[in-house]
């Protein structure tokens, strides 16, 4: 499966935005869809988690309360709503899906190509 995201672009600190990932097969209920970020020389981290079949939804802390990850089942999309930007949220967004629930970038095995987040200050 392929995973197209976009949504991102430029916005003051404070404001927001919605990214969405489109997956070109399909996703099962047993899935888990998730967004990752990675900035530059770092490592690429937990941001948000549902659970395809059931919705229920994980957060890293630094996001918590800021952001919301959801989903349309028809069509499917996944949708990382993010309000109260910061200029540290700047960085290169991913989508994933997985198999099963974890914080790990390496139990996903399939990727969307990152959409770029830069929030001014």
């Known amino acids: 499966v392929q995973l197209q995201a976009s949504g991102g672009g430029l916005v003051q600190s404070g404001g927001s935005l919605r990214l969405s990932c489109t997956p070109s097969?399909?996703?099962?209920?047993?899935?888990?869809m998730a967004w990752f970020r990675q900035a530059p020389g770092k490592e690429r981290e937990f941001v948000a988690a549902i659970r395809w079949g059931t919705g229920r939804t994980y957060y890293a802390d630094s996001v918590k309360g800021r952001f919301t990850t959801s989903r349309d089942t028809a069509p499917q999309i996944l949708y990382l709503q993010m309000n109260s930007l910061k200029p540290d949220d700047t960085t290169i967004y991913y989508c994933a899906r997985g198999n099963g629930l974890s914080y790990d970038r390496r139990e996903y095995n399939f990727w969307g190509q990152g959409t770029q987040v830069t929030v001014s200050s």
């Open positions: 097969g399909r996703i099962f209920s047993s899935h888990v």
